[in-house]
């Protein structure tokens, strides 16, 4: 008799965000083997309800008691709540695939992208790490690149979209917009930036030396998902008027020397990304977005550097870069059966 | 007796376009001594008025004999006017400062950002060409880098506004913005691009190699302005739904070993440059949009390379890109005595 396929006990930690939501989306898309559903989050959103296969659920609050019988959390509430709540969920021995910046530089927890280092996945101790959007979409090309011909050095400059700062960054993009059309002028208050028709050159908080948050992280977070701890990488994390898909330009030198096409050849070889190598067609966020793969395009060679490659990546940050990054562990989880769950 | 300043006999050729609009605001800005002035433009557009330090002026159609007794053209009609009625100019020993790129590259014609290469006007036959607009605004950095310590190496990816394709482009703008707000949709069919709220990652044809012509300009241009044909230098050039205002992201690994405070204080010295040192405060295209200098920030040590840094430039590209600079050029050329033209 065939074993069959585990169903599990399943919680959304910060159901009812962006990329909450996106979870349950996803989940559904792929037909996730869920038996039960939790969704959890803060105190102002207990009571509203979400449906999830066509059943109807009430958010209840995110406690410390909240994960007796669950199986596995995904987790997208921020680092505070899962600094606070995650020990409580490995307490209770539910394995807990984490959205939030918590514990993605920790030794003992793998920080993964599906399809590039799902290895690590095996030595986990009850947390896996997501990473941050920008790292995510661009680990397969780097991956592909760096299994054909070794990465030397790596220049990223970023154009994130609205979404990547949250549901009221991406109402903030449209009110501010109608406002300027109508005024010329930014009234809303809700971020402190002018947003609208504009390109801001920075993303999170200031850090040493001058670097952002989101940059040390797409610095960090590549060493540590590649596997190249000393790996020669910086970031410039600029937010675009643009409300889903990041889009980057990269500048990719290689160790040895390959053509064109073995590059192409080789990026198509990757699971979940896809070429489009006409260059009138590259892609753009706007036509990506609720699409699954990493798109990449404008693949041309950097002549003034050896063995060097221009390139630019493209993806929809809240599926790759958060909720189907995390789904996609969740089922290699299951698979590799490193998830203690009966089958029943 | 002291010498009379020279006013000189000005003609506009494409006055009516985005650019050439911008020369009369420049002109009259910055007092600029004009005798007469004419402005030229192509069929549709004759019979139109325009002012200039409150008198009205008609608008009349450029022809091979518009350039008598002209002493001086700001030309900015494309390319393809300006190689048709350029050799006229000349002919009638009017000098032309060229907003086109119809005679960048040509050996014996100067490219010249004011403040960067002004010594190369010296040289000039008759014609001086004014750099592409994303050249432009990129030169005050690196001259006064290369000046500093030498450049070795220079990465640019650009956030072009749409200005920058033409006051189509920013009408597009507009118009789509609008219709994605009220219906999701895209209808508007003047440019073969979805621009509102996404971002189009090439500008101008596509040439060999892959790269745009947009992107070829930055890097023939900058060689020649830095008088530098080795440079190494790439670029990716990406349009973003901005109004005005281009900003790069560039990475420039430098000869020497030099300190943060060498290079602020460097690009200090530069004229028309303005450093903004305080991260937060860093330059952005929506404030800068109708300003004069140049702007640098986000300045931090790459040290994922030796001497290398990465910053922040932005500019109003219809000003330094293209009326300012065109502006300051007759400037010098007026100082140094280069236009030939009687004290009245």
Redesign the interface.
Known sequence: MEKQNPKINLAILGATGNVGRKFLEVLEERDFPVNNLSLLASEKSVGKKLKFKEKEYTVELAKKDSFKDINLVLASAGAKVSKELVPYALKAHTVVVDNSSAYRMEKDVPLVVAGVNDKDLKNHKGIIANPNCTTAQLMPPLKALHSLAGLK???V?T?QSASGAGKTAVDE??QQ??EY?SSGKYNSKAINR?FA??????IDD?VE????KEEVKV?NESRKILGLPN????C?A?R????IGH?E?V?VELEKSVTREQIVRTLRGMPNLIVMDD??E??????IAGKDPVYV?????????PN?W?M?VVADNLRIGAALNAVRIAETLLKEDLIKVPAI
């Open positions: 050095r790596v220049i400059s154009y993009l449209t917009t109608k059309l002018k028709f504009n390109v801001v050159p920075h200031f030396d001058g670097y952002t610095i790996l020669r990488i910086t410039t600029v675009v008027p643009v409300f889009s330009s500048n260059p009138v590259s892609p753009m966020a706007i036509d395009g404008r693949i041309r060679e950097d002549k003034s550097n060097t221009n630019w």
